[in-house]
């Protein structure tokens, strides 16, 4: 019989943000699979994982579920940085396909729970195409709060100007074409936002939904370095960060 695999997205870090749909799915599930990231050396558990299984035992109202943590492989840093992420998504359904074969049973329900929405720079849907084309697995997904939404709503902002785009885009696409207009930045881990005009209108958000969170908005002239060392300082406390923003060229607006 064929296993299914729920992919729930449980939201940017405040259990609130769980959708009634995600928590229908967290209660048909008997196996939750989670990828241990890394939190600070020495720590006794993961602070992302922590969060899954807050997220479940709020939610769930039955006993007997289980969580199957699965270790994370290593990404190359060096070469190519397409190839490197297309042999670490390899590496990590050889690792998934073989724990879904080993801890789940035929015809029992899984699931892996994806920080936001799992369309959005998570890398679950990919890896268990992967997966599906090795076993015999299906799937499905549930939709979760964005970091995005997050973010525009702690800082009580549209996303958009009228009638104007937003490009959703990384650091390193940042730094490598600048910014035109309005840009969501995600996934930077060296403070892209230095490269824009000082004038640039920034909105950045740090542990969004969580009682760690932070939240700063300015120009890059103005409030770039506090960021800067906000988070660094961040990042030290907690050994890990998720932080996004949003970035406008001076004509799409001031922030609010």
Not at 91 to 108: F, K, N, S, T, V
Not at 177 to 201: K, Q, R, W
Not at 231 to 250: N, Q, V
């Amino acid at each position: 019989m064929t296993r299914l695999i729920h992919v729930i997205g449980i939201g940017a870090g405040d259990p609130d943000y769980v959708t009634a749909q995600a928590v229908a799915a967290l209660n048909d599930t008997a196996v939750f699979f989670a990828m241990d990231k890394g939190s600070k050396k020495g720590a006794a558990e993961d602070d992302l994982v922590s969060f899954r299984r807050e997220v479940c035992a709020r939610f769930i109202r039955a006993p007997g579920y289980r969580f199957v943590e699965l270790a994370d492989p290593k990404r190359a840093k060096d070469g190519d940085y397409r190839q490197a992420v297309s042999d670490w998504h390899k590496a990590r359904a050889d690792i998934w396909a073989q724990a879904l074969l080993d801890e789940l049973p035929d015809g029992g329900t899984g699931a892996f729970l994806a920080w936001g929405d799992p369309s959005l720079y998570d890398s679950t849907l990919r890896i268990l195409e992967l997966v599906a084309a090795r076993i015999d697995v299906s799937y499905d997904v549930i939709p979760g709060i964005t970091a995005i939404q997050a973010l525009t709503a702690r800082h009580r902002i549209p996303l958009n100007d009228i009638g104007e785009p937003v490009l959703i885009t990384t650091g390193r696409r940042l730094r490598a074409t600048g910014l035109s207009g309005a840009a969501v930045v995600m996934l930077d881990a060296d403070c892209s936002f230095l490269d824009c005009p000082l004038d640039t209108n920034i909105w950045w958000g740090a542990y969004l939904g969580t009682p760690d969170e932070l939240l700063v908005a300015g120009t890059v002239g103005g409030v770039g370095e506090q960021i800067v060392t906000e988070r660094a300082e961040a990042r030290e406390r907690h050994g890990w960060i998720m932080d996004t923003y949003l970035l406008r060229s001076p004509a799409e607006g001031r922030p609010r």
